[in-house]
Nanobody, 122 residues
Framework: QVHVEETGGGFVQPGGSLRLSCTVS????????MGWFRRAPGKEREFVAS????????HYADSVKGRFTISRDNAKNSVFLKMNSLKPEDTAVYFC???????????????WGQGTQVTVSS
C-alpha cells in the first residue's frame, strides 16, 4: 500500500520562506515523477510543480516560477518544495502526489497525501 506524507507547513509573513517535505513508501520511488499541488480556500486544487524521476527536469506553474524550487532525494524516498518570497495568495493546503509516469507534467497523478497547511499573512 502506498503512503504519502507531507510535512513542513506553517505560518509565515509575506516575503518569508518555507520548505515542505514529502515522504513516500510502498513503491519504487525512483521510478516515478512527483508533483506538488495546492488548494486555496474556496478554489479548486491547482498544479504547483513537478519533477521527473531522476531529479534533472522540473516544471512549474507560472504563478510560482522563480520563487519555488522542487527537488528530490531518491535515497530517502523524499521530494521537497522550497518556497521563497511567499505571498498571501500562496496560502493553501499543499499536497504531494506521485505521477503515473517518469516524466514531469501537470496531470495523471495518483497516491495523494493528506496535505500540509501553508498560511502567509502579516
Amino acid at each position: 500500500q502506498v503512503h504519502v506524507e507531507e510535512t513542513g507547513g506553517g505560518f509565515v509573513q509575506p516575503g518569508g520562506s518555507l520548505r515542505l517535505s514529502c515522504t513516500v513508501s510502498g513503491l519504487t520511488f525512483s521510478d516515478y515523477a512527483m508533483g506538488w499541488f495546492r488548494r486555496a480556500p474556496g478554489k479548486e486544487r491547482e498544479f504547483v510543480a513537478s519533477i521527473d524521476y531522476s531529479g534533472l527536469s522540473q516544471h512549474y506553474a507560472d504563478s510560482v516560477k522563480g520563487r519555488f524550487t522542487i527537488s528530490r532525494d531518491n535515497a530517502k524516498n523524499s521530494v521537497f518544495l522550497k518556497m521563497n518570497s511567499l505571498k498571501p495568495e500562496d496560502t493553501a493546503v499543499y499536497f504531494c502526489s506521485r505521477r503515473s509516469t517518469r516524466y514531469a507534467g501537470t496531470i495523471d497523478y495518483a497516491d495523494w497525501g493528506q496535505g500540509t497547511q501553508v498560511t502567509v499573512s502579516s
